[in-house]
């Protein structure tokens, strides 16, 4: 069975700092893989994912995505983060083939002023 | 753009009673979901449907939980005889023609049981 381990439970941030949410996941097969964001009270909004083909990804609001297969990693960058990018992520595994994504904890990232 | 409906946003009921909740997923989807996210906690899978029966579901999902889709559009949880430790904000999600895992959620349906 799959799993995913978020490193940070918080990660606080200065406003145009960069930041990195980390992530690792354990697999026997091979995997697809996700990011979400989750804002207060709302559902959960992906907002990358690699399927296969390179393995830097980028998704919406500026983040990007590095699939490193030998550290089973999937960690989360942006370069320089804004207040509204508070909010909690959530990092997501899916066996190829398979019926069941798995969550990670998630890593609140509270961006300060 | 196309969503993920659910409804109720909130029920509260009482310890012993039945709940179904409901759920309009993107409408050529062919994968649903539901995951629920007991406060402060993380997304627990319950389980995935698939071409009208279950495709996989977790220990969560005992007997006292079910899934339907009665009308081919609407896809629903009900929960036979609730307990406490079933109050949680409740996600349906569904994918789209090719199982990727790629999950569009709804907005949830916070249960509480007291």
């Known amino acids: 069975a799959q799993s995913v381990t978020q490193l940070d439970s918080q990660v606080p941030v200065f406003e145009e700092a960069p930041v990195e949410l980390r992530c690792n996941y354990s697999?026997?097969?091979?995997?697809?893989l996700f990011w979400y964001v989750q804002y207060p009270n709302q559902g959960l909004q992906l907002l990358l994912k690699?399927?296969?083909?390179?393995?830097l990804v980028k998704g919406i609001n500026g983040f990007e995505a590095e699939f490193n297969k030998s550290q089973t990693s999937f960690h989360l960058r942006k370069p320089s983060v804004h207040i509204s990018d508070t909010a909690e992520y959530f990092c997501?595994?899916?066996?190829?083939?398979?019926?069941?994504?798995?969550f990670g904890a998630g890593t609140r990232l509270f961006v300060k002023a | 753009e196309p969503e993920v409906t659910q409804t109720p946003s909130h029920q509260v009921t009482q310890m012993g009673q039945e709940v179904i909740l409901r759920c309009v997923p993107i409408?050529?989807?062919?994968?649903f979901y539901w995951y629920r996210q007991i406060l402060g906690q993380k997304v627990e899978f319950l389980v995935s449907?698939?071409?009208?029966?279950?495709?996989?579901k977790s220990e969560i999902f005992d007997d006292q939980f079910s899934v339907e889709r009665p009308d081919g559009s609407n896809f629903t949880l009900k929960i036979r005889s609730t307990k406490l430790e079933d109050s949680a904000m409740y996600f349906c999600?569904?994918?789209?023609?090719?199982?990727?895992?790629?999950?569009?959620f709804g907005e949830g349906s916070r249960l509480t049981v007291l």
């Open positions: 997501a595994v899916i066996n190829t083939g398979g019926f069941k994504t798995i």
């Open positions: 697999s026997s097969v091979s995997v697809y």
């Open positions: 449907f698939y071409n009208n029966e279950i495709s996989e």
């Open positions: 999600a569904s994918s789209g023609m090719i199982n990727t895992g790629e999950l569009f």
């Open positions: 409408s050529n989807h062919l994968y």
């Open positions: 690699y399927l296969s083909g390179s393995t």
